[in-house]
């Protein structure tokens, strides 16, 4: 099938495994939400799914476009149309969100095509401005410099605008917990909301239960202990901000006694 399909992963940090059988198919065009409580490993699947070297996958496997893209380099997974949040350095003085921005899509289509002269600057500039259209964003953004200043939310904004440029068909985008305010988090759903297509998956990562408020997931998986404990529609969400995570807790100690 197309998307990206999870069967059985294993993988840790120093010895310590942390994911522990993680089961889970995003399909192409669908988007998908991880929630559960801190700890339970959700930064780390989206860590392993970048390709981070501290993380050690010790069994399982990750097929994207029928290959398994465990076996690949972070730039080889991007370079298969995997988008990986926090994959580019961060601050990146004296240099612009346009110019930031063209880099990273001339170095995705020099390594699809090596003869690749880059995008002539008149057909990028027309893509960011319907792209910054798109996410509703002011056009004087492009021409600051990078995270220079930015705001959580505003950082958010080039994540997304990145994605927006790089049109890639499967997205991991993870809200850590650490920092984001109600406007980031917005912007990260408006932003996934309107780049919904048949072509993209999007992983939406979130420990917020308010998260869904903004964005449409189609599917609501819960993360426990390492796993995915449950799987339902958005009224899952809802079920979750009203009773917590507990119930998910006990129903897996009771299936797995
Ligand atoms: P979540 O994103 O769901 O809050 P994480 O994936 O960040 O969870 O963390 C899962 C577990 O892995 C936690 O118990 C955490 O303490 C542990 N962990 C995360 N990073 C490291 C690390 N660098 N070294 C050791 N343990 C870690
Ligand atoms: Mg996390």
Sequence with gaps: MSGLVIRNLHAGIDGKEILKGVNLIVP????????????????TLAYVLMGHPAYEVTGG???????????????????????????YP?????????NFLRTALNSRRKAQNPADK??????FRRLLKEKMELLRMDTSFAGRYLNDGFSGGEKKRVEILQMAVLQPQFAVLDETDSGLD???LR???EGVNALRNPDLGVLVITHYQRILNYIHPDVVHVMVDGQI???????????LEEHGYDWVREKMETAAS
């Design 28 to 43: 192409q065009g669908e988007i998908h939400a991880i929630m559960g409580p801190n700890g339970t490993g959700k930064s």
């Design 61 to 87: 496997e990750v097929i994207f476009k029928d290959i398994n893209v465990l076996e690949l380099e972070p730039d080889q997974r991007s370079r298969l149309g995997m988008f990986l949040a926090f994959q």
């Design 90 to 98: 961060v601050a990146i003085p004296g240099v612009t969100v346009a």
């Design 118 to 123: 880059g995008i002539p600057i008149p057909e």
């Design 182 to 184: 109600i406007d980031a």
């Design 187 to 189: 912007v990260v759903s």
């Design 229 to 239: 404990a449950e799987t339902g529609g958005p009224d899952l969400a809802l079920h």
